[in-house]
């Protein structure tokens, strides 16, 4: 099977996984390229977070392929370990270490050894200072680098996850509606920001926002009930007849 | 310096503190006769003694509940088992001073009609043996059940109520005579310790400075373990458990880790207590004890280690005092403290000092201090313990 998987960087086949009774997903099937963005539409109950969970090891799907660079099958994988693969992931409510600083909370997502004995003796590197203050100023939280994150803003703990997330230098990122609670300057920057880091990265995006959605300006996939609904850039999916009466028919 | 780089001004004055008791009250009791106004009694230096290793205790605890979000209600079971260790090998130094004078078997043993020595009572003869005992057993036990508690995901309530059922039942085994640790009467008339008689001033002084050193020791230690950057990962996983794991850390080895060092330290705290207080029996392993235990910590103040510490001497003291006043009524005094702690003072003394001393700082003018600070946020100097020191 992974032959179809091969040369991609995520690849979904036929992923189903239901809840007493309910499928949140129904053969889900995705593919990502490597380098590639993409964003994921779709209305509530659509299956876009619960895809998220599948891909993260949090959900284990009841049947279907998931596969990490063509051959690693992330069914076999728990968070952690899925994590250190190199998938990365931005949750819809933003969640920061609170009692931790803007700096610390990079600090600890910084790509580096997970296990406990080399946390416990580890001393911060000239090369791991210069990352932090690159990442600070990517994300704008440069003068709040000592302040509690807990006292950041919404917006500011958004781009406070979008930073945790590079410095993890994940091969994948998964961000989900990171828009989400933003004002109209803070969207575009936002859209900007991701769209500078999809250069090296491969990129997922979950959104509501249509606006944002047209700002990133990359191909878009419409999960309806579990499964694909379209797929093409924005101004296909949406003269889409079926897409059309998801969104507006009910 | 690895254990003491992440001190602070703090932890030195505290180490300073405890150096001072350490030296000063068996001073007092060796150097002066009893009348003199600095004379210490040896009442008391056993009493302090005995405090010193629940504060080292209290420490232990603080590591993981305060630092780590795991709340154990049986630590006393690992502070017992490094008491038990202590008390074999004293038992093995009686020799045929004995009621029954064997020379191999404790009396219990004879008593019980016993020809030879268990397997387990093996090696208790030597100190070394014992003391790498006191750490090892508590340890490994951590080791186990701690291994079965997180890879199953077990926390918060669970965990708590498990490690309770694990400390009742080895009360329950130790009661037994048939497991070969004295059963019911536990063990005691120890004599003495590396040849030093335990009834004498000295070797009591010797106990109490062994005492004060653990502590420093292991207050350097978990000072250490939360300073690095294990120690912000642990804080992560008690605000955060699941954002912990998607950032790659496995919290189950996290959990593992600290909670096997803390109970080796705790297996330390019960073995220097049993030489002081003469005797190690199954209550020791009773679930009410593991209760009161975390009441010292969080009348003093979870995570901090400092407030651990302050909380164990005062609570102690209290119920010193409080068992001599009115015996009848101290469970009483000690839930309605425990309410009155988590109602008004959820973050202890400790904690309540420094909301204080913040609130001291925010009434004091001082426009450049607010200049340099972001006029969006608001600094309330609390819940702050675990913010980078970077």
Known sequence: ?250 | MLLTRHLGEGGWWFLFVVAAVGIAVPYCNLAFQPGDPFYVSGFMVSLIGKFLTYALLAVAIDLIWGYCGILSLGHGAFFALGGYAMGMYLMRQIGDRGVYANPELPDFMVFLNWDELPWYWWGFDNFAFAMLMVVLVPGTLAFVFGWLAFRSRVTGVYFSIITQAMTFALMLAFFRNDMGFGGNNGLTDFKDILGFPLQAAETRAGLFVASAMALMLGFMIAKAVVGSKLGQVLVAIRDAESRTRFLGYRVEHYKLFVFTLSAMMAGVAGALYVPQVGIINPGEFAPANSIEMVVWVAVGGRGTLVGAVIGAVAVNYGKTWFTTAFPEYWLFALGALFIAVTLFFPRGIVGAWNSYTGWMRAQKPDPLAYKSKDPLTLDTGVGRQGAAAE
């Not at chain 1, 090891?57 to 279907?64: I, V």
């Not at chain 1, 099958?73 to 370990?81: C, G, N, T, V």
């Not at chain 1, 580890?122 to 990517?138: N, Q, T, V």
Request: charged residues 25%; contains cysteine; negative net charge.
């Open chain 1, 1 to 250: 099977m992974t032959s179809a998987a091969s040369g991609s960087i995520l690849y979904l086949d036929g992923v189903t996984v239901s809840f007493d009774g309910f499928k949140a997903l129904n053969g889900l099937s995705l593919v990502i390229e490597p380098g590639e963005l993409r964003a994921i539409i779709g209305p509530n109950g659509a299956g876009k977070t619960t895809m998220m969970d599948v891909i993260t090891g949090k959900t284990k799907p009841d049947s279907g392929e998931i596969f990490f660079e063509g051959t690693t099958d992330l069914r076999r994988y728990d968070e952690a370990a899925i994590a250190s693969l190199g998938i990365g992931r931005k949750f819809q409510k933003p969640t920061v270490f609170d009692n931790h600083s803007v700096a610390g909370n990079l600090a600890m997502s910084l790509a580096a050894s997970r296990s406990p004995f080399a946390t416990l003796f580890h001393r911060p590197s000239d090369a791991e200072r210069r990352r932090l203050s690159e990442l600070l100023e990517i994300v704008g939280l440069t003068r709040q680098a000592e302040n509690p994150a807990g006292d950041l803003s919404h917006g500011q703990k958004q781009w406070l996850e979008i930073g945790m997330l590079l410095a993890q230098d994940p091969k994948l990122l998964l961000v989900d509606e990171p828009a989400a609670g933003m004002t109209d300057a803070e969207t575009e920057a936002t859209a900007l920001l991701l769209k500078d880091i999809a250069k090296d990265h491969s990129v997922v995006v979950v959104e509501h926002d249509m606006a944002f959605v047209r700002d990133l300006g990359c191909k878009v996939t419409v999960l309806h009930e579990g499964s694909v609904l379209a797929e093409g850039s924005l101004d296909q999916v949406s003269a889409d007849e079926r897409v059309i009466e998801v969104y507006l028919g009910r």
